[in-house]
């Protein structure tokens, strides 16, 4: 077992960090800015070259969904708990699983920019009501997990140079936060394209890279790294067998459903993920790109277990606790041990530029539901200019990059993970509910979807505020309060069902005539005739 010290990830490595991710930055901001829409169409802006090819679609796929959370946060759940972690790591592919076999073709044969255009489409008299709904969803969903992206970009510079200074802090928030603003605001879906299209290649090559030099190192025996990983992990044999991080009760088992359900069921709600479901020209192009993006993140979901069980063995369990509690340094550590400081400094650069393409794509889908939903659509009724639509989306992306800039530079201690999985739990449990019952239930209405979008988004929020995630533990909130009576970290397994709940209890008592435009909605979404 290999101990290595805080400072091991040393100014060398701090440094060829640095020159890495300048040269990728400078390199796609210029790239971006010259794809970036050259005429007042949104379409263009909205969602780009409508005729890449299915490998293209998938790679932007990969790199809209995979965050820093899978390189820094998965590896570090696998190196510190074994099997559990590989357990959590398996929820990514169940859920492209099921945006493949359930939305995909269906809400690209219905939608045109969001999924407010579909839900448009299937209660065209309450439209306005509905859209409202889904932007305030949007809205708060996509700033936390903005938020999440920024907070892990001072969380990644720590390992670096210690706990920065408020200034520091400020600094790497504002140069992060300034980088996403001008991809999104400027370069549009071209640009954001572009950079999650790098982004993926370069996740892609060092993954592997990394995964290939921990077999190569243990003469691809897999039994001989699981049996190292093991007596290095300090549990034995429990690392190799479920309930090391999820096994200490009833409680810990149902936060692991929890929080798989949400993963699981969230994606198919993630504005910036079904931004790219619209892209596609055709539902062919969807649906192979779908499985693309689908094999590409399970490769990555794969060789990020293999990393993790690697870190555990050549570093130990001791070397990467006394770094961070957490587990997030854990590839970096096993980098600095196998790879040195090249190494080292390839996987930090390119979490920092996994934070710039998330939070990118994060930026221009919340533009697009403002700018759209609820100027073009609400305010303006459908009369708005493509050139003023164009604007106010620039604008609403320079407003929304500022916004979560100014909210990760407050001084409350909440972990990045913790802020990304309320943003599964919000889409799992108002924007899939809503979703779900608006492609396949004929009975489905407008009071409903209110029901489902703004019920689930305040059950969400409401049980986290009174989970351990605010008070009562050591790593709440505000640990010395005492007013979490939900037990769970993650409310997906209540707020779920209470979304679908209550969208059935709004339709069920609602008038039958809000549901009457489902039948003509129902060809649209299994021939997509008429699409734009």
Same mark, same amino acid.
């Given at each position: 077992?290999?101990?290595?010290?805080?400072?091991?990830?040393?100014?060398?490595?701090?440094?060829?960090?640095?020159?890495?991710?300048?040269?990728?930055?400078?390199?796609?901001?210029?790239?971006?800015?010259?794809?970036?829409?050259?005429?007042?169409?949104?379409?263009?802006?909205?969602?780009?070259?409508?005729?890449?090819?299915?490998?293209?679609?998938?790679?932007?796929?990969?790199?809209?969904?995979?965050?820093?959370?899978?390189?820094?946060?998965?590896?570090?759940?696998?190196?510190?708990?074994?099997?559990?972690?590989?357990?959590?790591?398996?929820?990514?592919?169940?859920?492209?699983?099921?945006?493949?076999?359930?939305?995909?073709?269906?809400?690209?044969?219905?939608?045109?920019?969001?999924?407010?255009?579909?839900?448009?489409?299937?209660?065209?008299?309450?439209?306005?009501?509905?859209?409202?709904?889904?932007?305030?969803?949007?809205?708060?969903?996509?700033?936390?997990?903005?938020?999440?992206?920024?907070?892990?970009?001072?969380?990644?510079?720590?390992?670096?140079?210690?706990?920065?200074?408020?200034?520091?802090?400020?600094?790497?928030?504002?140069?992060?936060?300034?980088?996403?603003?001008?991809?999104?605001?400027?370069?549009?879906?071209?640009?954001?394209?572009?950079?999650?299209?790098?982004?993926?290649?370069?996740?892609?090559?060092?993954?592997?890279?990394?995964?290939?030099?921990?077999?190569?190192?243990?003469?691809?025996?897999?039994?001989?790294?699981?049996?190292?990983?093991?007596?290095?992990?300090?549990?034995?044999?429990?690392?190799?067998?479920?309930?090391?991080?999820?096994?200490?009760?009833?409680?810990?088992?149902?936060?692991?459903?929890?929080?798989?359900?949400?993963?699981?069921?969230?994606?198919?709600?993630?504005?910036?993920?079904?931004?790219?479901?619209?892209?596609?020209?055709?539902?062919?192009?969807?649906?192979?790109?779908?499985?693309?993006?689908?094999?590409?993140?399970?490769?990555?979901?794969?060789?990020?277990?293999?990393?993790?069980?690697?870190?555990?063995?050549?570093?130990?369990?001791?070397?990467?606790?006394?770094?961070?509690?957490?587990?997030?340094?854990?590839?970096?550590?096993?980098?600095?041990?196998?790879?040195? *400081? !090249? $190494?080292?400094? &390839? @996987?930090?650069? +390119?979490?920092?530029?996994?934070?710039? /393409?998330?939070? =990118?794509? %994060?930026?221009?889908?919340?533009?697009?539901?403002?700018?759209?939903?609820?100027?073009?659509?609400?305010?303006?009724?459908?009369?708005?200019?493509?050139?003023?639509?164009?604007?106010?989306?620039?604008?609403?992306?320079?407003?929304? *990059? !500022? $916004?979560?800039? &100014? @909210?990760?530079? +407050?001084?409350?201690?909440?972990?990045? /993970?913790?802020? =990304?999985? %309320?943003?599964?739990?919000?889409?799992?449990?108002?924007?899939?509910?809503?979703?779900?019952?608006?492609?396949?239930?004929?009975?489905?209405?407008?009071?409903?979807?209110?029901?489902?979008?703004?019920?689930?988004?305040?059950?969400?929020?409401? $049980?986290?505020?009174?989970?351990?995630?605010?008070?009562?533990?050591?790593?709440?909130?505000?640990?010395?309060?005492?007013?979490?009576?939900?037990?769970?970290?993650?409310?997906?397994?209540?707020?779920?069902?209470?979304?679908?709940?209550?969208?059935?209890?709004?339709?069920?008592?609602?008038?039958?005539?809000?549901?009457?435009?489902?039948?003509?909605?129902?060809?649209?979404?299994?021939?997509?005739?008429?699409?734009?």
């Amino acid at each position: 077992m290999v101990t290595i010290s805080a400072g091991a990830i040393n100014r060398f490595s701090l440094q060829l960090t640095f020159i890495l991710f300048v040269t990728v930055v400078v390199v796609t901001l210029f790239t971006a800015l010259l794809m970036a829409p050259q005429r007042d169409e949104i379409s263009e802006f909205y969602l780009g070259n409508r005729n890449m090819s299915p490998l293209r679609n998938g790679l932007a796929m990969c790199g809209d969904y995979l965050s820093a959370a899978t390189l820094l946060g998965s590896t570090g759940l696998v190196a510190l708990t074994g099997y559990d972690g590989l357990l959590y790591l398996s929820g990514t592919t169940v859920a492209w699983i099921m945006v493949l076999l359930l939305i995909a073709e269906p809400l690209h044969n219905t939608g045109r920019f969001t999924i407010g255009d579909t839900m448009a489409l299937r209660m065209p008299r309450f439209q306005r009501p509905v859209r409202i709904a889904l932007s305030v969803c949007t809205l708060v969903l996509t700033t936390l997990y903005l938020v999440a992206q920024f907070s892990g970009s001072v969380a990644l510079l720590s390992q670096f140079v210690g706990e920065p200074s408020q200034t520091t802090r400020t600094l790497c928030v504002l140069v992060i936060g300034g980088i996403v603003v001008v991809y999104a605001a400027l370069g549009g879906m071209p640009g954001a394209t572009f950079i999650q299209i790098i982004k993926a290649v370069m996740l892609l090559a060092g993954i592997a890279i990394t995964a290939v030099i921990v077999l190569a190192r243990f003469h691809w025996n897999l039994d001989a790294l699981l049996s190292t990983a093991a007596r290095n992990s300090g549990a034995g044999q429990r690392f190799l067998e479920s309930g090391l991080r999820y096994g200490g009760g009833m409680t810990s088992k149902l936060d692991f459903l929890s929080l798989e359900l949400a993963i699981v069921l969230g994606l198919a709600g993630l504005p910036h993920v079904v931004m790219r479901l619209l892209a596609p020209r055709t539902s062919r192009t969807l649906r192979t790109s779908v499985v693309w993006g689908m094999g590409l993140i399970g490769f990555v979901c794969l060789a990020a277990g293999i990393v993790g069980i690697g870190a555990t063995a050549v570093v130990g369990r001791d070397g990467i606790t006394q770094v961070d509690s957490k587990g997030d340094v854990a590839i970096l550590l096993l980098a600095q041990s196998i790879g040195g *400081g !090249v $190494l080292t400094a &390839l @996987l930090s650069s +390119l979490a920092f530029v996994t934070l710039l /393409a998330v939070a =990118a794509g %994060l930026t221009l889908a919340a533009a697009t539901s403002l700018a759209h939903d609820l100027y073009g659509e609400v305010l303006r009724k459908g009369q708005a200019t493509e050139a003023q639509e164009l604007g106010v989306a620039r604008m609403a992306a320079v407003l929304i *990059g !500022v $916004l979560g800039m &100014l @909210l990760a530079l +407050l001084p409350w201690e909440i972990s990045a /993970a913790s802020l =990304a999985f %309320l943003a599964f739990a919000i889409a799992a449990s108002a924007i899939v509910p809503a979703l779900v019952y608006t492609l396949f239930w004929s009975r489905f209405t407008a009071r409903g979807a209110l029901l489902s979008l703004y019920g689930g988004l305040i059950v969400s929020v409401l $049980l986290v505020v009174f989970s351990p995630v605010f008070s009562s533990a050591p790593s709440s909130i505000y640990p010395d309060a005492d007013f979490a009576w939900f037990p769970l970290q993650n409310p997906g397994i209540v707020s779920i069902p209470a979304g679908f709940l209550l969208g059935w209890v709004g339709s069920v008592t609602g008038s039958r005539q809000e549901a009457d435009d489902y039948e003509e909605f129902e060809v649209r979404s299994l021939v997509g005739a008429g699409r734009h």
